[in-house]
């Protein structure tokens, strides 16, 4: 599992059960990284980018198969 600083400092301000929320799912992911997102994007290198949105907030994540890890790249508030 990789956690991208950024979404660490998000998760440092994130209280009560949204944060329970969001480790959770993040916790998930190990067991099940195939998991989808509520939306898919595409980065600049055509990755699928997924987007799980939990309360107020969007987790975005991809599996990088190659080398059997979960990348959590971002956490922030849902638009």
Known sequence: MFL????MEVMRWV?????GRISS?????VTNPFQGGDYT???D???????KIIDQYAVTYWA???V????????????
């Open 4 to 7: 991208r600083l950024e979404a």
């Open 15 to 19: 209280r009560g059960d949204q944060r």
């Open 25 to 29: 799912f993040i916790d998930s992911l």
């Open 41 to 43: 994007e595409r980065d």
């Open 45 to 51: 290198t055509q990755r699928e980018i997924q987007i």
């Open 64 to 66: 990088d198969h190659a």
């Open 68 to 79: 059997a890890e979960i990348k959590v790249t971002g956490i922030g508030r849902a638009d």
